[in-house]
Nanobody
Framework: QVQLVESGGGSVQAGGSLRLSCTAS????????????LGWFRQAPGKEREGVAG???????NYADSVKGRFTISQDNAKNTLYLQMNSLKPEDTAMYYC????????????????????WGQGTQVAVSS
């Protein structure tokens, strides 16, 4: 069973930085593993969940236009941990952030679509003040 646990959220002022971590168990993300991509999503109150960044096990990345140039997704296979480095944070980045993984052996090119994911963490809150 895949389990995902996010950490690293908090409150920062606009222009600040945070690094989110997602520690995973129950899958491997290296080239021999059965999990082919991972993603970060966020959901603000009253809004739908939106894709922020996705990464394939071949290293390809996708970013939402709103975070391009500010956020970076990466993974450490040895630690089975997914990261989201967030720089130049804006108040509109305020949301609950979730990491997600697909079902085993599932392929997709739509790394930012919540429909392509099966496993979700509990989320970590990010609040950016102006």
């Amino acid at each position: 069973q895949v389990q995902l646990v996010e950490s690293g959220g908090g409150s920062v002022q606009a222009g600040g930085s945070l690094r989110l971590s997602c520690t995973a168990s129950g899958y491997t993300f290296d080239r021999y593993g059965s999990t082919y991509y991972l993603g970060w999503f966020r959901q603000a109150p009253g809004k739908e969940r939106e894709g922020v960044a996705g990464i394939g096990r071949d290293g390809r990345t996708n970013y939402a236009d709103s975070v391009k140039g500010r956020f970076t997704i990466s993974q450490d296979n040895a630690k089975n941990t997914l990261y989201l480095q967030m720089n130049s944070l804006k108040p509109e980045d305020t949301a609950m952030y979730y990491c997600a993984a697909p079902s085993r052996f599932r392929s997709s090119s739509r790394l930012l679509s919540p429909d392509e994911y099966h496993y979700w963490g509990q989320g970590t809150q990010v609040a950016v003040s102006s």
